[in-house]
């Protein structure tokens, strides 16, 4: 890498991995790209694409270092981008250790919780490694990794308790199709984008149950006051001060709204499944990934248990994913709940 770039460290090559990975480069950054598939290593030294995602992204020559060597990408970077999904990212994470993460800045752009430890990313780290959070900054919406691909117009928060880091780390993002904006709510705004998955596999089920838009409308707002009480307790207890995060922004309620209505959402579609009838075996296994929405459901269970926060919506939907409940008779009983 050239002295006068930023060394920026990528590990996944997901959709949003490359997503990513694409607005980095294109914004003249070298980035450091953590791989585990030797082929897929192959194949981007050779072509500049990604072989199983966005493949449509073909990167600049030269801006792209792909390595399968953890270790020798800490080495080379001051910024390390997680994008592993949620669900996969504790094998990861089991590779690091306490020497690699001194100095480093850790951006989260994993939107999920740990399912082995139902904690987010940067509690596991503080817990497992000391990590200071000052150097923790998370990735929130509302973005698809599609309409990133296609230059399409898109928005990013970043939230570090340093809003100066989460400036400085907005802006290597920053450019005619990439919108940022910061500030420094890192529970609220990962917590909000792990909740907008859940709703969103539920308004998906919905779909699939026939109920039809004016439902969804009345379900999504219920959906967002259920997220915005939630938020408002929890940050009463993990983080109380006057500086109240705005919860009508882009970052919570937009991401809720993108998710469950685009086309493009991975827990929207899966909702969609599950609401005709396949098992979430058969679901993973058609879409060819398990959707974050499925093993949130579970976490926010513990989570909102923990603070003794209600979350009735989620807690339907984690009773049709986990609890084989029939989806019809839940909604059933939905309906009332909503107003």
């Given amino acids: 890498m050239q002295e006068n770039k930023k060394q920026i460290g990528i590990i996944g090559n997901g959709s949003w991995g490359t997503a990513l990975a694409k607005i980095l480069t294109d ?9 585990r598939n030797e082929e897929a290593i192959q194949y981007l030294k050779i072509r500049r694409q990604n072989p199983h995602y966005l493949k449509s992204v073909k990167f600049q020559e030269g801006s792209v270092f792909p390595t399968s060597n953890l270790e020798e990408l800490f080495s080379a970077c001051d910024i390390i981008i997680f994008c592993v999904p949620a669900a ?40 497992q490694f000391n990590f200071d959070l000052n150097n923790y900054v998370s990735i929130t919406g509302p973005c698809h ?13 970043f939230s570090c308790l340093n809003e100066h880091k989460a400036e400085a780390i907005a802006a290597l993002f920053s450019n ?36 039809g838009d004016n439902f969804m409308s009345v379900y999504i707002t219920n959906c967002y006051r259920e997220m915005y009480r939630f938020l408002q307790q929890h940050f ?23 998710t469950a209505y685009s086309m493009h959402s991975r827990n929207r579609r899966f909702g969609v499944m599950i609401g005709k009838g396949y098992s979430v075996e058969a679901a993973a296994l058609e879409m060819n990934m398990v959707a974050e929405g499925y093993h949130a459901a579970k976490c926010m269970q513990v989570v909102a248990e923990n603070h003794n926060i209600a979350i009735p919506i989620a807690t339907c939907i984690y009773e049709i994913l986990w609890q084989q409940k029939e989806p019809a008779l839940i909604f059933g009983n939905m309906e009332s709940m909503l107003s």
């Fill in 176 to 211: 005619q199709y990439l919108r940022t904006t910061f500030n420094h709510d890192i529970w609220g705004a990962q917590l909000a984008a792990v909740l907008k998955n859940i709703y969103a596999l539920g308004a998906g089920i919905a779909h699939s149950l026939d109920y």
């Fill in 236 to 258: 009463d207890l993990v983080h109380p001060s006057e500086d109240r995060p705005d919860f009508h922004t882009s970052a919570y309620l937009g991401d809720l709204l993108v």
């Fill in 145 to 157: 990794a599609e309409e990133v691909a296609a230059e399409r117009l898109s928005y990013l928060t």
């Fill in 88 to 127: 996969y990212a504790q094998n990861v994470l089991e590779l690091f250790d306490t020497q690699m993460l001194q100095g480093k800045t850790i951006v989260s752009a994993i939107k999920g919780i740990l399912p082995s430890s139902n904690q987010l990313l940067n509690d596991y780290l503080v817990e």
């Fill in 27 to 35: 914004n003249g950054q070298e980035i450091c790209w953590w791989i």
